[in-house]
């Protein structure tokens, strides 16, 4: 056999910990399996043409039962209880479905399996019946990074499921918990998702949506698509509950999708966030719906005046339509000469001179496109000068919101009797005099 069509699947060291069936009737290990990304690296290679065609290869000698079965429930999506003590197998199988390899791996070792949803019950035919689902079982959780107390206060407050835990002061980093098998899969994916190096020094924290119209599952995929998809989460029936510290620092912004997205018929709804260049999100936001579109709504997120990101929900047959329309609204407009700024006295030039240098670390606009005039005032003991832009109408207007926002800026410049009827103020830009006296540009 060709190594590339081979997965060699190795032994490595399992989870720690017992379980006990209450009544003590009998006694048998249960190791709880579930599968989770960090199990990935127990799969060394898997042939990617085979994995196309949804079947894989295994070939494994002397390896850990739980180590294969943990592999194969990655490929499965599934998570795996083993209610048999474990042993070493050496299991060969080629091109064949997952649930296949599964089903061939069992019988070799004379065991069976039921399953209920995405939770696969594996152990001896004799202690599998129809109600075990239903039965509590007790199962160690070791931890590595968060203290057992931690995820005690979480899956007692937060999770709402049927289980007990336990919590034993000379063991910090190990929690007992009793419940389902069902229960059990959900604590696991608890602890997969805190259980990390960045939590080890922090107080355990995390955010719960609520999920009113939509499933959490399908938020979950509205979010991956506006570029704010949780990688550590748990789903809970209408709640989800968020661990991504990345993700809690814009939570403002989870919050505002969630509140538009779970009130649309979002289920067959297209989201995508789209990234303009050349104008703000507040204008694309106010030019789009001039196009009168049906069932189309967008959402900015905070500064939609500074912004460049719109996100946009509609039908699936009109997403090329509005983004279409998005594009020939981002396009790059004519330049204009427009007066932004004004100062006087003896340090109008620095002044100026240090507004237009923050002003292009702000906007992106170069540093050349702005201007500052000569002395307006006719008086060299009190200057007045001037800071002109030249620019497109869209950057105009960004660089008239940030001067509103540190002060200094205008919108239309009066200076009042000069003298001559015009004043020249730099390269083809010129004030004129009005009827009263005063001069504009």
């Known amino acids: 056999m060709k190594e590339s069509n081979t997965c060699r699947l190795l032994a490595a060291a399992g989870s720690s910990g017992g379980t006990r069936w209450p009544g003590g009737a009998r006694r048998i290990s249960l190791l709880v399996l579930l599968l989770t990304a960090c199990f ?23 390896a850990d039962t739980r180590e294969v079965l943990s592999a194969l429930a990655i490929k499965m999506g599934v998570s795996i209880i083993m209610a048999a003590d ?40 004799d202690t599998l019946h129809e109600h075990f689902f239903k039965q509590l079982i007790l199962t160690r959780f070791d931890l590595f990074f968060v203290k057992a107390c931690e995820v005690k ?6 999770l709402g499921l049927p289980v007990k835990s336990v919590v034993f002061d000379n063991n910090p980093h190990a929690i007992w ?19 990390i190096p960045e939590n080890e020094a922090l107080t355990l924290d995390f955010r719960t949506v609520y999920a009113k119209q939509l499933s959490p599952t399908r938020l979950l995929e509205l979010l991956s698509q506006t570029g704010l998809s949780p990688t550590r989460f748990v789903v809970l029936k209408n709640r989800l509950l968020v661990f991504d510290r990345d993700i809690l620092n814009r939570w403002a912004e989870v919050e505002e999708l969630v509140r538009t997205l779970d009130c649309l018929d979002a289920r067959a709804q297209t989201v995508f966030l789209f990234r303009l260049e050349n104008i703000t999100a507040q204008d694309a936001e106010a030019r789009l719906g001039v196009f009168g579109f049906d069932d189309v709504q967008t959402i900015t997120f905070n500064y939609p005046e500074f912004s460049q990101e719109i996100l946009v929900v509609c039908p699936p047959e009109m997403e090329n339509e509005v983004r279409t329309a998005l594009i020939s609204l981002d396009g790059a407009r004519e330049k204009i000469r427009v007066p932004v700024a004004r100062a006087e006295g003896e340090h109008a030039m620095s002044e100026l001179n240090a507004k237009r240098h923050l002003i292009s670390e702000l906007t992106g606009v170069p540093v050349s496109q702005m201007h500052i005039s000569r002395n307006l005032s006719g008086d060299s003991q009190n200057p007045f000068r001037v800071l002109w832009v030249e620019e497109t109408p ?10 509103a926002k540190i002060g200094g800026g205008y919108r239309s410049l009066v ?22 006296g005063d001069f504009f540009f």
């Open 394 to 403: 869209e950057k105009v207007k960004q660089i008239e919101e940030v001067l």
């Open 86 to 125: 474990p042993g070493r197998i050496t299991f060969k199988v080629e091109d064949v479905s997952p649930v296949r390899a599964l089903e061939l791996l069992l019988q070799s070792q004379n065991l069976a399996y039921l399953r209920e949803g995405n939770v696969i019950v594996v152990g001896c035919p």
């Open 415 to 436: 200076v009042s009797h000069v003298g001559p009827q015009t004043l020249d103020v730099g390269p083809q830009t010129v004030m004129t005099k009005s009827p009263s």
């Open 153 to 158: 206060g979480v899956i007692e407050k937060e």
């Open 40 to 62: 990935s690296l127990l799969l060394c290679a898997v042939n990617p043409c085979a994995a196309q065609a949804e079947t894989i290869t295994i070939d494994v000698r002397d």
């Open 177 to 195: 918990v009793q419940g389902t098998p069902q229960a059990i899969a959900k604590v696991r994916e608890l602890v997969t998702a805190v259980d």
